[in-house]
């Protein structure tokens, strides 16, 4: 499988704070960029995905920043609270693998009141 | 959306046993994915299921060690088969269905 980097491993923010989490990917077939939210004891659930055709993707809180030159990617949870802690995911994929992903190596986020 | 549901949530098995992993979806999907994810580490993909054909394994996933079975586009199986320590990890069961991919909420085995 090819390699997705993530940075940092982990990651304390005081609440309102702004989370930043990085990713880089080699491969550039690529053209699917998710992020997943991973509770304890839960599977990952999708937070917010980006494509190569745009360079910036928001929901609400969640802002997706995409830079094609430098294959990097970064997740930005702005006003960030206590009920954002959890391990965040970034992925990358190939459409033409039925949406198979590649995950990077995990962040854990604990967002402290 | 997909919504996925897999049985058993968790398990205590014996070295040198077996265990059969259930995933069930409430949509038909063509390509299913099995993914491994050891304790606080990243999800490694195991194998991918396409239905009324042979799994698609990973580098360092062999079909004796973890056959699937795909009898229908809603469900799966995934075994452990000969299970020790080493394999004790939360598996996942993973579709993609509209250009997305949604995952299961895990087995947690642990081999003692």
Redesign the interface.
């Known amino acids: 499988?090819q390699q997705v980097k993530q940075s940092p491993q982990s990651l304390i923010v005081q609440k309102g704070g702004i989370s930043i989490i990085n990713c880089a990917y080699e491969n550039t077939a690529f053209d699917y960029f998710?992020w997943?939210q991973q509770f304890p004891?839960?599977?990952?659930?999708?937070l917010i995905?980006i494509r190569p055709d745009v360079s910036e993707k928001k929901e609400g809180r969640f802002t997706i920043s995409f830079n094609k030159s430098a294959k990097q990617f970064s997740l930005h949870i702005m006003d960030s609270q206590p009920g954002d802690s959890a391990t965040y995911?970034c992925a990358a994929?190939d459409?033409g693998g039925?949406?198979?992903?590649?995950?990077?190596?995990?962040t854990k986020l604990q967002v402290i009141p | 959306s997909a919504v996925i549901s897999q049985k058993p949530s968790r398990d205590i098995c014996q070295r040198g046993t077996s265990l059969t992993i259930q995933c069930q979806v409430d949509s038909q999907v063509t390509m299913m994915f099995w993914y491994r994810q050891q304790p606080g580490q990243s999800l490694t993909l195991i194998a991918t299921a396409n239905q009324g054909s042979e799994a698609t394994y990973e580098s360092g996933f062999v079909i004796d060690k973890f056959p699937i079975s795909r009898p229908n586009l809603t469900f799966s199986t995934l075994t452990v088969s000969n299970m020790s320590p080493e394999d004790s990890s939360i598996y996942l069961c993973s579709v993609g269905f509209a250009d997305t991919q949604y995952f299961g909420p895990g087995t947690r085995l642990t081999v003692l």
């Open positions: 499988q998710p997943y004891g839960k599977g990952p659930a999708l995905a995911f994929g459409s039925y949406q198979k992903v590649t995950f990077g190596t995990g």
